[in-house]
């Protein structure tokens, strides 16, 4: 019985001995052996946080420039009143030629206002408003019936003075080489004399001791009479010269630089009241 006893213990022990490694450590699991940890669910590892995507600027597209309509060019409108003799100033600027681009339909217009200003100015026609009225269409007719013919000139260098149509203007070589430009001769009771004359006293300021006044530019003709530089407003019909021949500042000037002592000047015709 004991004998029996011990060779089991022994058969026992061996089979103890056999469950482990040389190591000490346990050998693999085998099959339907359940571990302490089975059945456990690890925890799984942390998910990285994805960085979200800056959002994308939306780029806004760049205005596109739009062409600045260019405005239509229409008519200027007049800038001044239409006068009563509009028609016939427009026809008269027209044919003299000088003052600008004229329409010739008695309608005033930017155009016409400006060449009307200007043919005022150049004659002095007060106040310079672009209006064509009785005086601008006065001095426009005078001017255009100033002809070359009316003279009588020769070839020579000749100074005429129209009484009738108070204008002057100046011809060489039988052709107008200044003028016609306006002028204001004797009043009644001075007449200016008419005829063939030679000029013949020159002085660039000259003292009237009968009239008590200077006369620029001063070329005397016959007698007391000469061209010189109005002293007075030269459209004022109202008075006139004591037998001179008045001239616009400009006017003075130019005949001053081209006429000389003993130029011929003729005088014709007859102002209205003398």
């Keep these: 019985m004991r004998r029996t006893l011990t060779c089991l213990l022994a058969v026992a022990t061996l089979t103890l001995a056999a469950g482990c490694g040389p190591d000490g450590k346990a050998e693999a699991q085998r099959p339907g052996f359940v571990s302490a940890t089975d059945g456990l669910t690890s925890p799984a590892p942390a998910a990285t946080p994805s960085v979200a995507p800056s959002p994308t600027a939306a780029v806004s597209p760049k205005p596109t420039k739009s062409p600045t309509a260019k405005p239509t060019k229409s ?19 027209a044919t003299l030629g000088g003052y600008g681009t004229v329409t010739v339909d008695g309608k005033q217009s930017a155009a016409d206002c400006a060449a009307i200003k200007k043919f005022q100015k150049r004659f002095d026609i007060r106040p310079y408003n672009g209006k064509a009225g009785p005086m601008t269409r006065s001095v426009s007719q005078r001017l255009l019936k100033s002809t070359a013919s009316r003279c009588g000139a020769g070839t ?7 009484l009738t149509n108070q204008t002057v203007w100046i011809m060489n070589g039988g052709k107008i080489v200044y003028g016609p430009t306006v002028t204001r001769t004797g009043m009644a009771g001075y007449a200016t004399d ?6 013949h006293d020159r ?60 130029t011929t000047v003729k005088i014709f015709g007859r102002r209205s009241g003398t």
């Design 156 to 162: 020579g260098l000749t100074a005429c003075v129209d």
């Design 203 to 262: 002085q660039l300021k000259n003292w009237s001791e009968e009239w008590d006044v200077w006369l620029p530019y001063w070329q005397r003709v016959v007698g007391g009479s000469g061209f010189h530089q109005t002293t007075t407003y030269i459209h004022n019909g109202a008075i006139g010269s004591h037998g001179c021949i008045n001239l616009l500042p400009a006017d003075a000037v130019k005949f001053w630089n081209t006429l000389k002592t003993g």
């Design 75 to 93: 008519p200027t409108a007049a800038s001044c009143a239409q006068g009563e003799y509009q028609k016939e100033v427009e026809q008269a600027l």
């Design 194 to 199: 008419t005829g063939t004359f030679k000029i």
